[in-house]
Structures are given as structure tokens and as C-alpha cells.
């Protein structure tokens, strides 16, 4: 079937915009992650689903980011009034459970100018 | 120490090289062992879980040792296409989620 969907692919946007960046997992997968990659550096964990529960938000940097995850499927990343620090690599990965390997997505670059 | 540790490298071979790495993790009641590829400006890809037997796939070994809590990745017969950087990931007992290391960087040259 189908791997880990993100879109959009790539966002520019301005400083104080908000973004939102979408995530479908593989289907059947009740674990979601995101994870952000800035270049070069390795993979910073925000905050995971199991169903539509966030269990651990501990992750997230600022109160400017937060997440939501409906159906047990489809989940929502959103930074509001976006930072320059922002600007990284935003990674999706589900997997079947906890302890159980993680598949990504193709991630999501945002830009911000 | 950091709960799961890598060498970044970069480890320069040439092709047909064998090299290995190690990757060292904190809390002892670790249960699952992944490594993971990842090519430049792309995502991690699954490379293969590691058991507690240790496990073999094609030119990869993977291992575990528990006694010194570090799982090891052996590529043997180097090709140009397996430089990437390498990451390792560990579910940390307690938690419910796989802690990846910061990754090690193999440069296959001709």
C-alpha cells in the first residue's frame, strides 16, 4: 500500500505567517510522529499520537506549535506566526505500535523569509 | 550521557571495504534496536531492526550487545551507493517511542 503521505512538499512563507503541514500515515498505523530535521543536524522529536491521543507533548519547542490528529489517521502540524528558526525539514512516520519500526514521509521544507 | 550516542564520523572507505559502527545507548531495559539510512536531503529509511540473535541481510549484520548497551552495524563489500549516513534507534525503556541517534556519516569512494 501506500507509504507516509506529507504535503505540501515544500512552503515558503513570512515571518508571522502561520503554517499548517498535513500528514497521512500508512493506513492501520496507530502511532504518528513528528519530528523536525534543521540541515545538517539530526532528528529533533516534537510530540507523537497513539489513536487521536497526544500523549507526549513534550517535544513541541513553543507555545507557537501544536498538533491534532482526526480519525486515528490524518494529523495537522501548525506553527503560528512563524520564526526564521523554524525554517527545517518537518518529518511524518507512523508505525503499527509502539516499539515497532517507524516509516517517514517525505517531509515538508518550510522556508521562512 | 546522552540516552542513545553515535559517532558522527564522517568514515572514508573505498569500495569493498568492510566498516562497522557502533551505537551506545543509556538505559539498560532498552527493548528495541532499529537502524535506519539516510540519504542527503532525504528521509530515514528502515535499513533493518536488530535481534537479540543478531541478524543478517545481504552485505548488512546488525547485532546486539546487551551487557555493554550497544547495538553494532557490519557492512560488508562497500559499494559507492551505501554512503548515506547511518542512524541508529532505540526505544528507550519507559518510554513509548523510538530515541534515534544524531547519526554516522560513511563515504564510499572509488
Known amino acids: 500500500g501506500a507509504g507516509v503521505s506529507q504535503s505540501p512538499s515544500n512552503k515558503v512563507t513570512e515571518k508571522g505567517k502561520d503554517v499548517e503541514l498535513r500528514c497521512d500515515p500508512i493506513s492501520g498505523h496507530t502511532a504518528l510522529y513528528w519530528y523536525r530535521q534543521r540541515l545538517g543536524q539530526g532528528l529533533e522529536f516534537l510530540i507523537y499520537?497513539?489513536?487521536?491521543?497526544?500523549?507526549?507533548k513534550s517535544g513541541l519547542p513553543s507555545d507557537r506549535f501544536s498538533a491534532e490528529r482526526t480519525g486515528e489517521s490524518v494529523s495537522t502540524l501548525t506553527i503560528q506566526r512563524t520564526q526564521q528558526e523554524d525554517s527545517a525539514v518537518y518529518l511524518c512516520?507512523?508505525?503499527?505500535?509502539?516499539?515497532?519500526?517507524?516509516?517517514f514521509g517525505d517531509g515538508t521544507r518550510l522556508s521562512i523569509l | 550521557r546522552k540516552e542513545v550516542e553515535q559517532d558522527p564520523g564522517p568514515f572514508n572507505v573505498p569500495e569493498g571495504a568492510t566498516v562497522a559502527f557502533n551505537c551506545t545507548y543509556s538505559?539498560?531495559?532498552?527493548?528495541?534496536f532499529f537502524w535506519y539510512r539516510q540519504d542527503c536531503r532525504k528521509e530515514p529509511k528502515l535499513l533493518m531492526s536488530v535481534y537479540s540473535s543478531g541478524n543478517e541481510d545481504g552485505r548488512f549484520t546488525a547485532q546486539l550487545n546487551r551487557a555493554s548497551q550497544y547495538i553494532s552495524l557490519l557492512i560488508r563489500d562497500s559499494k559507492l551507493s551505501d554512503s548515506a549516513t547511518y542512524l541508529c534507534?532505540?526505544?528507550?525503556?519507559?518510554?513509548?517511542?523510538?530515541?534515534f541517534g544524531k547519526g554516522t556519516m560513511l563515504l564510499v569512494s572509488p
Open positions: 534507534a532505540v526505544n528507550i525503556g519507559g518510554y513509548s517511542t523510538l530515541t
Open positions: 499520537f497513539q489513536g487521536n491521543s497526544a500523549p507526549d
Open positions: 512516520a507512523s508505525s503499527l505500535g509502539f516499539g515497532q519500526p517507524q516509516h
Open positions: 538505559n539498560s531495559a532498552s527493548q528495541s
